[in-house]
Nanobody, 118 residues
Framework: QVQLVESGGGLVQPGGSLRLSCTAS????????MGWYRQAPGKQREKVAY???????NIEDSVKGRFTISRDNAKNTVYLQMNSLKPDDTAVYYC????????????WGQGTQVTVSS
């Protein structure tokens, strides 16, 4: 239903920062929520943060105080600002879009690798 393209991943030292971007193929006003998940080797995919079209945000406790989610409606883009990065943050980060219509499956981006290492 909607195509999602992530960017901004890379290699960073502990304590550093990265900003991930996810651009949607249509207006994000028509999408119920957009968010970020991550999956590390040997672990299940976990929710990180999401933001609704109405502006409600949710940040998981494990990253609260370090990560911030925001959006730019004119660019159809959501961002994940990641500060004070730790090695445990190393994972593939996936953008997610959830539709207002429950019968429409979620959309997913291709993923972007984040590696935190000294």
């Amino acid at each position: 239903q909607v195509q999602l393209v992530e960017s901004g991943g890379g290699l960073v030292q502990p304590g550093g920062s990265l900003r991930l971007s996810c651009t949607a193929s249509r207006s994000i006003f028509s999408i119920y929520s957009m968010g970020w998940y991550r999956q590390a080797p040997g672990k299940q995919r976990e929710k990180v943060a999401y933001i609704t079209s109405g502006g409600f945000t949710n940040i998981e406790d494990s990253v609260k105080g370090r990560f911030t989610i925001s959006r730019d409606n004119a660019k159809n883009t959501v961002y994940l600002q990641m500060n004070s990065l730790k090695p445990d943050d190393t994972a593939v980060y996936y953008c997610n879009a959830r539709e207002f219509v429950a019968e429409v499956p979620d959309s997913w981006g291709q993923g972007t690798q984040v590696t935190v290492s000294s």
